[in-house]
């Protein structure tokens, strides 16, 4: 399967910018997803970009992707204290093309 | 409309019990999975239904694990001789279809401890 690294921990203050870095290893990607986790709740698919893009911005969440590096970031411009929460970068399977894999998770702390 | 329920959402066995873990997917989705989220860990992919058959099960830790999903709608994660290794968030997940196009969208999970 492939390998999807996220650094673990972020943390920033309150109306300042996020930055979550994932790199992943399979190639063939379409489709490429973010995830919020809060804490005791399910998974919330945030965004997501297709390959053929580098960037898809949706309001204030920018996602930028570099095919060449296999470098997918998620921005969260005017962070706020909601917006901490585990964050979790997902790719498809390239054997399957349905079942995701999963980093570990990023967790963003806000702080005022 | 209604989301992926799941329940129950907490459950205590003893190991060596055998559990049931339910998923109820969003009404009209025909693919469902399930995953398996350790602490501090990612989901991990474990089985995967296109209508009531599992066109793949690759994810199965091995064969104390088992799913149904008899009408095509709800399914059944069954976990027997449960061991403290198995404790875990099991979420599960529905799309409208299968494939790369194809949202997946969560359930709460069940939090499940094996004592």
């Known amino acids: 399967g492939e390998d999807v690294e996220q650094s673990l921990f972020l943390s920033v203050r309150e109306g300042d910018s996020s930055v979550i870095n994932c790199t992943y290893t399979?190639?063939?990607?379409?489709?490429l997803y973010w995830y919020k986790q809060e804490p005791g709740a399910g998974l919330q698919l945030l965004t997501y970009i297709f390959s053929n893009m580098d960037m898809k911005q949706d309001q204030r969440l920018t996602v930028l992707l570099n095919k060449k590096d296999k470098h997918l970031s998620l921005r969260i411009a005017d962070t706020q204290t909601g917006d901490s929460a585990i964050y979790f970068c997902?790719?498809?399977?390239?054997?399957?093309?349905?079942?995701?894999?999963f980093g570990k998770g990023t967790s963003l702390l806000v702080t005022p | 409309g209604a989301g992926v329920s799941q329940t129950p959402s907490n459950k205590v066995t003893e190991k060596g019990k055998y559990v049931e873990l339910r998923c109820d997917p969003i009404?009209?989705?025909?693919?469902l999975y399930w995953y398996r989220q350790s602490l501090g860990q990612g989901p991990e992919f474990l089985i995967y239904?296109?209508?009531?058959?599992?066109?793949?099960d690759s994810g199965l830790p091995n064969d104390r694990f088992f799913a149904v999903r008899p009408e095509g709608s709800v399914s059944t994660l069954k976990i027997q001789r449960t061991e403290r290794g198995d404790s875990a968030v099991y979420l599960c997940a529905s799309s409208l279809g299968s494939g790369r196009a194809y949202e997946q969208y969560f359930g709460p999970g069940t939090r499940l401890t094996v004592t």
């Open positions: 399979d190639s063939s990607s379409t489709y």
């Open positions: 009404s009209g989705h025909t693919a």
């Open positions: 997902a790719v498809p399977n390239s054997n399957s093309g349905y079942a995701l894999n």
């Open positions: 239904f296109q209508g009531t058959g599992a066109a793949d």
